[in-house]
């Protein structure tokens, strides 16, 4: 499956001692530091970097997960304990047919295939939009995997599929009206952590760092409530292209950044 995705990667790679030493060097300084817990990402840019190479979208579908598998182990590496990458959201079906199918066995043969590693590496796996809308396989190969991995702690990785913010907010606030309607509360009840204990995120952190790679500047109906406080990083590297010294270089923008959650700056 990664033979062609591999060769085109390795074209535009380096691997130099200078640059593994450069990467090792930065790894040490921001383990000095305290990490985010959540970081969220937008995996955005692949079909692009294909297409700048004179590659078909698929390919540059397929050197996206890649990257995502390079970002969950330098995650665990530096102890953040949550990753959420949007994956296909509800608006995502407006795509051609033939994308969108795609999309969908890659989905399937992802979780297939990198199921055995994963829980080797206590990856929780968590998958969260509309599940019972994915095709039979998908929805298999997501249940296979989530019961799989429950128990595991190292560090969870949410991917949203058929996933939109608007979509999640207003599931949550008909389970609180339902929950009104059948006096199981009243209505003063209703507060942030009510609404929070209704989305896919119940009794995860807030993301602490939201990433989007591929130059647009939006938060594209992703995490609406979750991303109140969240700091905002984005960049112009192709999703594909975001290795894990783009990563470490955000992390340490990030380290020096003061988060106030509205509170006044520190003289």
């Known amino acids: 499956m990664w033979g062609i995705v591999d060769k085109a990667l390795n074209k535009f790679k380096t691997n130099s001692t200078k640059d593994n030493n450069t990467f090792e060097d930065l790894l040490s300084e921001i383990k ?19 297409k700048e190479r004179g590659l078909p979208r698929s390919l540059g579908h397929q050197a996206g997960v890649k990257t995502l598998k390079e970002i969950t182990k330098i995650s ?3 102890g953040i304990k949550y990753i959420t990458t949007y994956a296909f959201s509800t608006e995502n079906w407006k795509r051609p047919e033939k994308e969108v199918n795609f999309l969908m066995k890659l989905f399937e043969k992802v979780f297939l295939e990198e199921l055995d590693e994963l ?3 206590g990856v929780r796996l968590n998958i969260i939009g509309y599940k019972n809308r994915l095709p039979q396989g998908v929805k298999e190969k997501v249940e296979q995997a989530m ?13 949203a599929l058929d996933y939109g913010g608007r979509s999640e907010i207003i599931e949550s606030v008909r389970d609180i009206a339902k929950s009104l309607m059948d006096g199981k509360i009243d209505l003063l009840d209703i507060d942030e952590q009510l609404i929070s204990q209704g989305l896919y995120t119940n009794q995860q952190p807030d993301p602490d760092l939201l990433i989007r790679p591929g130059g647009e500047k939006r938060v594209s109906n992703f995490l609406l409530w979750q ?9 112009d590297i192709y999703w594909p292209d975001f290795n894990k010294e783009a990563f470490l270089e955000v992390i340490k923008d990030y380290q020096e950044r003061e988060r106030r959650f509205g509170g006044l700056k520190k003289k």
């Open 32 to 50: 000095k530091k305290e990490v985010p817990t959540h970081v969220a990402f937008i995996m955005d840019g692949n079909g692009r970097w294909a």
């Open 76 to 78: 665990k590496n530096l």
């Open 119 to 121: 829980d080797q590496e």
């Open 147 to 159: 019961e799989r991995t429950k128990d595991n702690d190292i560090l969870t990785l949410n991917i």
């Open 227 to 235: 991303l109140a406080y969240t700091e905002l990083q984005f960049t």
